[in-house]
């Protein structure tokens, strides 16, 4: 069974503003995870820049068709933006787009609401809410 991850939309995007365009989603992976792993050695794995290591990564594995792997590191991702209190940056907003889409497809759409609503309520406080996320 596929799933459909709203986060291509969030990699094209990334990928775009940060000059990644040419770059394939696989390269994108592997790129995405050494900085993981050179966060992770350098001790900052409980930081804001770590939980969007987790969040980029996790929009790179479900542009690369990983979608189970990206709902995983979606997870990570959700624990390491409150473990540093970052729950207010629009990535979290769309890490919770994320796992509410998951959860809409698993047939829980009173959850997935939930979640969409504060994804909803991070985007307009952040100024995002012209944003493709939000749109969504």
Excluded: W
Excluded at 23 to 42: H, T
Excluded at 68 to 87: F, I, K, N, P, W
Excluded at 108 to 134: H, R
């Amino acid at each position: 069974e596929s799933r459909s991850f709203v986060c291509p939309i969030n990699t094209a995007a990334c990928f775009l503003m940060d000059g990644y365009s040419g770059e394939s989603p696989d390269a994108a992976v592997d790129r995405i995870k050494k900085e993981k792993l050179e966060l992770e050695a350098a001790g900052k794995s409980g930081t804001a820049e770590y939980a969007m290591i987790l969040t980029d990564l996790a929009a790179a594995l479900g542009f690369a068709g990983q979608e189970d792997e990206a709902l995983r590191v979606y997870m990570l991702a959700r624990g390491a933006h409150e473990a540093c209190g970052s729950t207010g940056s629009p990535l979290y907003g769309d890490v919770l787009l994320n796992v509410g889409d998951h959860l809409n497809e698993q047939g829980q759409p009173v959850e997935a609401m939930k979640l969409f609503v504060i994804a909803q309520e991070i985007y307009e406080s952040s100024g995002y809410s012209s944003s493709l996320n939000y749109a969504v």
